[in-house]
C-alpha cells in the first residue's frame, strides 16, 4: 500500500523538482545581468506620472491593450519592467515599448524625462492618446534609435528636421497623427538605412520628393491621405526591394501605372484606390509574380482587364471597383486559386458569368459583381461551388432567366444579394438551410409565387428585402422561433402580399425597419407594435388597412420611431392625438454632431439604406442635409375631427402629411413649434380660418400645400411664404394677398424678422447647410409624402475594409455610398442611433395622381 503511495506522489515530487531547478537557473541567470541605471529608472518613474489609464486611449479592435506601467515599481529592476529592454552587458534602457498602453496625458516637448534615454534603439509609443502633444526634439538625439514609431497617438504639430539626423533608422512610422510635413524631401534625404516609412494622415500637400528613389532598402512605403499632388514618379515602382506601396486617398495624385518587365520584382501589394491615375492596366502587370493585392478602386481606370493578371497565380485581393473597366471579366482571372477578395462593382463590364470557371476557388470568400452589365450565370452543375464564400453581390446588373439558375453558396454564405435585375421564378427554399445567412436581398426583380415560410425560422437572418416583385400569399411568422429575434429590417413592399400582418412581429425584438407598404393587407393599424423597443420606420402605405388609430395610454408607444406612414388606407376617426405625445425621437433633434452613433460593425458585413421620399408634383433633391430626417404621412385617409394641438410636440418633423381626409377646424397655431419642417400638406380637406401669422417664422419649409381648403384671410409675408406659388393655394376662395391676385387691402399681414432674429435664422441655416432644389414637374394640387425603402448598399465590415486601406480607423463612416451609374441620384447620410446609416435619396419616380 505504502508503495503504491509513493507511486502516486511521483509524477508531483519530479513537477516540483523542475519546477526548483527552473527557478534556481533563472534566477541565477538574470543576477549574470546589470541592473539598470538608477537614472534611466528615475527617469522612466518620471515619464509616467504624466499619464492616466484610459481605456479609450487604445482601441481594443486593433491591439491587445495592457497598461504596462503598472508594472513599474520604485526599487526594483526596471530591466523587468513591461514594455523595457535592456542591453544584456551595459544595463542601458535600450527599448522602450508602451504602444496600446492605454496612455492619457500629455508629452512636455521641452521638459520630457524620456530624454535621459539616450541609447535608446527601439521606441514605440503607438496607439496611446497624448492629446495633441508634440515630438519632443530630443528623440532626434537618440543617435542609436533604429525603430520609431509614434503612430495614431494623438500627436500633432510640424514634425522636426532635426529627425532627419537619425541617420540609422529602419523604421519610421508616424502615420494617422495630426503631423505636417512641410519639407518630406529634407526629413527623408539621410535615411538611407530606411526599409519602413510609413507617413498615411500626414499632411503632406506637396509632391512626392525624388529623394525616395535613393532609399534603395525602402520595402515598405505609405503615403495614403497625405494631400500628394501633381504626377506620382514611376521610379518609385521600380526600387530594388519594395513590397509594399500604398498611395491612397490622395485625390489630386495622378499618373498611370508603368511597364513592368522585371519578373523578379519583390512588389506584393499595391494600393492606388480613390486617387486620379487614370489608363489602362498595362499586360505586364502579370510579371509581377509575387503581387498579392492589387487595390486600384475609386480611380478612372479604364480599358479591359487584361488577360495577363491570369499569370499573378499568388494574388489573393482585388479591388478594381468603381473605374470605367469594360468589356467580359476574362476567363483567367477565375484560374487563380489563391483569391479570397474579388471587387470588380461599379465598372462597365458586360457578357456571361461563367460558373465552370470558379470551380477552383475554393478560398474564396468575396465577390462582388454589382453595378455592372452582366446578363446571366452560365449554369455549372455542381453542388460544392465557393465552398468559403461568405459574401456574393451581384446586384444592378442585367440578369435574367430563373433566380434558381443562379449559385448557391455553402453554409458560409453571409451576404446574399442579387437585387435590381430582370430574374423570375419562385424563393427557393434552400435559403432556410444556410444557418449563417444574415442579409438577404432579392429586391427589384420578377420573382413570383410565395414567401417561403421557413424563412421565418433562419436563425441569424438580420436583413430580408423582397421589396418590388410579384410576390403573393400572407407574410411569414417572423420571429416566430426564439431563433428568430435577430431580424432588424424587413421589407417585404411593393408585392401583392395578403392577408394580416403576422402578431409574431411583435417578438422581433430587434426590428428597427418594418416596411409593408404597397401590399394588399387587410387589417387594423398595429398597435401592438408600439412595445418595440428600437422601432424606427415604419412603412405601411398602401394597403386595405380599416379602422380607427385608437389612442394609446402608453407615454412611450413607438418611443424610438423617426418615420411612419400608413398613407393610402382606409383609416378613419381622429387623428391618434395621444401617439404624439409619445414618439419622443421626433420630439428633438440632435444637432450635436459629435454625439451621433456612426456605424456599429457587429456582423462580417454592413449595410446602408436608401429612403425615397415621394412628393405628387413635386421633385425635391435632397443635397445636403445633417439633422436625422423625421415623417408623418396619416394622408389618403378617411380622418375626421381637428388637428390636435399635440402635433406641436413633434419639434424635430421634417415632413408632415395629413393630405386628402376629412380634417375641420382651424390650423392650430402650435405647429409654429416645428421649426425644423420642411415639408407641410394640408391639402383637400375641410379646414376653415386663418392661416396663423406665427407659421411666418418657419425658416427651412421648402413645400408648402394648403389648397382645396376653407381658408380665408391675408396668406401670411415672411422670406419663406413669398417664395410659395399660388398652387399652395388653390381652392381656398376666401384667401388674399401675395402671391394671389386677390388684393387684402390694408389686412395683410406681413413678419418682418428683427435683425437679430434675421441672424440667427442665417446661423441656424450655416448650421444645417440645407439645400432644396424644387422643380415643378406635374399638377400643382396636392402633395402626398410617402416612405419607400430603396436599395442596399454593401459596404465591407472595416476589419475587411483594413485589408485595403492601412489607416482605415481614421476614415471609418468616410465613404458610406458609392457612385451609381444611370439617372443621377444623391446619397446623403443621415446618422440614426442605431447600427446602420440611412443615406437619403429624391428620385423623381413613384409619383400619382389623387
Known sequence: MMTMRLLKLFPSFMFLLVVYFSSALANSSSSSHPLCFSDESRALLQFRQHFSFDSSASPQWYCKRDAKMVS????????????????????????????????HGTIYSHNCSLCHLSHLQSLNLAFNNFSNSRIPLCFASFNSLIHLNLSSSSFCGEIPLQLSHL??????????????????ERLIHNFTQLRHLDLSGVSINSIIPKSLMNLSSLNYLSLSVCGLKSKFPTDIFHL????????????????????????????????????????????????????????????????????????????????LTENHFGGEIPSSLWRIETLTDVDLSLNNLTGTIKLDNFSQLTSLYFLDL????????????????????????????????????????????????????????EISPSFCNKSHLEFLNLSNNNLRGAIPPCLSNSSRLSVLNLQHNGLVGAIPKMCSHANGIKLETLDLSYN?????LPRSLAHCKLLQLLILGNNMLVDTFPAWLATLPILQVLVLRHNRLYGSIRNSRSEVAFAKLNIIDVSDNNFTGTLPSNYFKSWRSMMANDKNRSNWKFLTMTSEFYYSYNITLIDKGLEMELVKILNTFKVVDLSNNNFRGEIPKSIGQLKALCALNF???????????????????????????????????????????????????????????SRQFDTFPNTSYLGNLGLCGFPLSKPCG??????????????????????????????????????????????????RKQEAIARFFRIWLDRKGKRLSKRRHGRKQVLVPIFFPFSYCFPFRVLESDFYNV
Request: net charge negative.
Open 659 to 717: 393630405s386628402n381626409n376629412h380634417l375641420m377646424g382651424s390650423i392650430p397655431t402650435e405647429l409654429a413649434n416645428l421649426k425644423d419642417l420642411e415639408s407641410l400638406d394640408l391639402a383637400r380637406n375641410n379646414l376653415s380660418g386663418i392661416i396663423p401669422p406665427e407659421l411666418a417664422s418657419w425658416t427651412f419649409l421648402e413645400v408648402l400645400n394648403l389648397s382645396h381648403n376653407h381658408l380665408e384671410g391675408p396668406i401670411p409675408r
Open 167 to 184: 541617420s540609422k533608422l529602419v523604421s519610421l512610422d508616424l502615420s494617422s497623427s495630426a503631423f505636417n510635413a512641410s519639407s518630406l
Open 496 to 500: 401583392q402580399l395578403q392577408g394580416q
Open 72 to 103: 513599474w515599481k520604485e526599487g526594483t529592476d526596471c530591466c523587468q519592467w513591461d514594455g523595457i529592454a535592456c542591453d544584456a552587458i551595459t544595463g542601458h534602457v535600450i527599448g522602450l515599448d508602451l504602444s496600446c498602453s492605454l496612455l
Open 370 to 425: 454589382s453595378y455592372n452589365s452582366l446578363t446571366c450565370f452560365q449554369l455549372f452543375p455542381t453542388n460544392n461551388l465557393w465552398p468559403s464564400l461568405e459574401y456574393l453581390g451581384v446586384n444592378s446588373n442585367k440578369l435574367q432567366g430563373s433566380l434558381g439558375s443562379l449559385p448557391i453558396p455553402s453554409e458560409e454564405i453571409i451576404y446574399y444579394s442579387v437585387a435590381n435585375n430582370q430574374l423570375t421564378g
Open 240 to 319: 530594388p526591394n519594395l513590397q509594399y506601396l500604398d498611395v491612397s486617398d490622395n485625390p489630386k495624385l495622378s499618373g498611370k501605372l508603368p511597364e513592368f518587365f522585371n519578373d523578379s520584382s519583390p512588389l506584393r501589394l499595391l494600393y492606388f484606390l480613390f486617387t486620379n491615375f487614370y489608363g489602362e492596366i498595362p499586360n505586364s502587370i502579370g510579371q509581377l509574380k509575387s503581387l498579392e493585392t492589387l487595390g486600384l478602386g475609386g480611380s478612372n481606370f479604364s480599358g479591359c482587364i487584361p488577360e495577363s493578371l491570369g499569370n499573378n497565380s499568388k494574388l489573393s485581393v482585388l479591388y
Open 746 to 795: 390694408e389686412t395683410e399681414m406681413t413678419l418682418q424678422p428683427s435683425s437679430k432674429l434675421d441672424q440667427t435664422l442665417n446661423s441656424e441655416s450655416i448650421i444645417y447647410d440645407f439645400d432644396w432644389k424644387v422643380v415643378k414637374i406635374g399638377y400643382g394640387c396636392g402633395m402626398v409624402v410617402g416612405v419607400i425603402m430603396g436599395n442596399y448598399i454593401y459596404n
